[in-house]
């Protein structure tokens, strides 16, 4: 496991986005794993850039997004679908139907997870996964105690991500209860996974992510098992980790 701890915001956004147009550079036709919540704005806005001043292209590109909320349309302002299009989809030229978010509105979750995984080993895997943290050290919805061998499933939200989702919604009783997810497994599966943390909100996560026991409580420890990850930290979310 890597760690890059970045001077600030700015830095840590740069610097991903460099691995993306990296990854994009050697194949074009990448597969990438894409992720929403606060941390990845700003890698999508340097890559909106970079799309606009002609350095990359996601032409060629496929995306698989790692979750949604159960229940909201993908016009719903707040749904993972409508933020990925605000945020990057709109600006670059990936093609639709080469772009894949989870849906948040169907009626047998059974087979649609499984469709869903079958697209992502379809397009021959993911390249280049972008993953946040949750302040309970969630990586996608994979919520404690969630299992580490887990595939894309439904999953109920814990109360600590309700808590922490609420800002984007008008209420807390508005925010969904539930959602679809990679699950761990699916994660671990990506060729090479970067994941992104600022703040002092998440430094106990980030603490038992890189330094704790492998652990269903805290899914982000699974990247332990992961032959290439690195993590972009400010000193504010590296500030539990142990001194060398
Ligand atoms: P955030 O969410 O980027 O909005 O902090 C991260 C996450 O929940 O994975």
């Not at 002609?54 to 993908?74: K, M, P, Q, V, W």
């Not at 946040?132 to 299992?147: R, V, Y």
């Not at 420890?221 to 972009?232: E, G």
Request: net charge negative; with cysteine.
């Amino acid at each position: 496991m890597n760690v890059v701890l970045c001077d600030d915001y700015q830095q840590m956004s740069t610097q991903a986005a460099t691995v993306f147009a990296e990854c994009l550079a050697a194949n074009p036709a990448a597969v990438l794993g894409l992720a929403t919540g606060s941390t990845p704005i700003g890698v999508y806005e340097n890559l909106i850039a970079r799309f606009k001043a002609g350095e990359i292209s996601f032409a060629e590109a496929t995306s698989f997004n790692l979750d949604e909320y159960i229940g909201l349309h993908r016009d719903h302002p707040q749904s993972y679908y409508y933020f990925m299009h605000q945020q990057l989809f709109n600006h670059v030229d990936l093609p639709s139907q080469r772009i894949f978010v989870p849906s948040g509105v169907e009626s047998d979750y059974g087979a649609y997870c499984q469709w869903y995984e079958d697209r992502i080993t379809e397009a021959g895997g993911i390249d280049l996964q972008i993953l946040g943290i949750g302040s309970d050290g969630h990586i996608a919805f994979n919520e404690p105690g969630t299992a580490l061998g887990s595939r894309t499933h439904i999953t109920e939200l814990d109360h600590q991500t309700i808590d922490d989702n609420a800002r984007f919604f008008q209420s807390k009783a508005e925010v969904p209860r539930r959602a679809i997810t990679m699950g761990v497994a699916t994660i671990m599966d990506a060729r090479k996974i970067i994941l992104l943390a600022t703040g002092e909100h998440k430094a106990t996560a980030i603490r038992d992510a890189i330094a704790g026991p492998v652990s269903s409580e805290c899914t982000a420890s699974a990247l332990q098992q992961h032959p290439d990850v690195t993590f972009y930290l400010d000193s504010a979310a590296a500030s539990l980790l142990p001194a060398e």
